[in-house]
T-cell receptor, first 110, second 114 residues
Framework: KAGVTQTPRYLIKTRGQQVTLSCSPISGHRSVSWYQQTPGQGLQFLFEYFSETQRNKGNFPGRFSGRQFSNSRSEMNVSTLELGDSALYLC?????????FGPGTRLTVL | QKEVEQNSGPLSVPEGAIASLNCTYSDRGSQSFFWYRQYSGKSPELIMSIYSNGDKEDGRFTAQLNKASQYVSLLIRDSQPSDSATYLCAVNEGGGTSYGKLTFGQGTILTVHP
């Protein structure tokens, strides 16, 4: 079974730009979660989607948004990038409450 | 604020020793508990899950759960240099507000020296 894929793997943007990250979960998994990982804050939950519906959301500003498509692929978008958005963004493919992480997208904001 | 705390480390053990990693959580209603391993520059990799009080063994790894004490631990027997990584404890609090959400500890850095 193929694992979780995330694209792109690395991204460099400048302040004020927006970015879209993509995640394809493990085949058959309908739930996808997104996390932000930084050295200072660790892993922080962004949101979770199941069957194209956002079921849960973490404490991030509205600049962070996401969506899920009918094939379970998910995207997250960050608008008006700030320096503090530099982080590893992780997507997890969920089977029940067990989460399997993708390789992540490393975002650097200059 | 629901919290997950891990022994801060870093933890250094000699090859062949037992490494003990500890985690406490604040939400007494928590249902599911996980240990992940994260190598530098990589994403977290699931090692074990545990749901019931007691021990769960998988190869060289043993997870221990004590819900009364709100405590989870991971023991790594016969530690190898390849076990050197950051170990993350994660908790699912259960209930409708926990969909797809794990709360992570800050991680414990383990170094196994030859």
């Amino acid at each position: 079974k193929a694992g979780v894929t995330q694209t792109p793997r690395y991204l460099i943007k400048t302040r004020g730009q927006q970015v879209t990250l993509s995640c394809s979960p493990i085949s058959g998994h309908r739930s996808v979660s997104w996390y932000q990982q930084t050295p200072g804050q660790g892993l922080q939950f962004l949101f979770e989607y199941f069957s194209e519906t956002q079921r849960n959301k973490g404490n991030f500003p509205g600049r962070f948004s996401g969506r899920q498509f009918s094939n379970s692929r998910s995207e997250m978008n960050v608008s008006t990038l700030e320096l503090g958005d530099s982080a590893l963004y992780l997507c997890a493919s969920n089977e029940g409450d067990t989460q399997y992480f993708g390789p992540g997208t490393r975002l650097t904001v200059l | 604020q629901k919290e997950v705390e891990q022994n801060s480390g870093p933890l250094s053990v000699p090859e062949g020793a037992i490494a003990s990693l500890n985690c406490t959580y604040s939400d007494r209603g928590s249902q599911s508990f996980f240990w992940y391993r994260q190598y530098s520059g990589k994403s977290p990799e699931l090692i074990m899950s545990i749901y019931s009080n007691g021990d769960k063994e998988d190869g060289r790894f043993t997870a221990q759960l004590n819900k009364a004490s709100q405590y989870v631990s991971l023991l790594i027997r016969d530690s190898q240099p390849s076990d050197s990584a950051t170990y993350l404890c994660a908790v699912n609090e259960g209930g409708g507000t926990s969909y797809g959400k794990l709360t992570f500890g800050q991680g414990t850095i383990l170094t196994v020296h030859p």
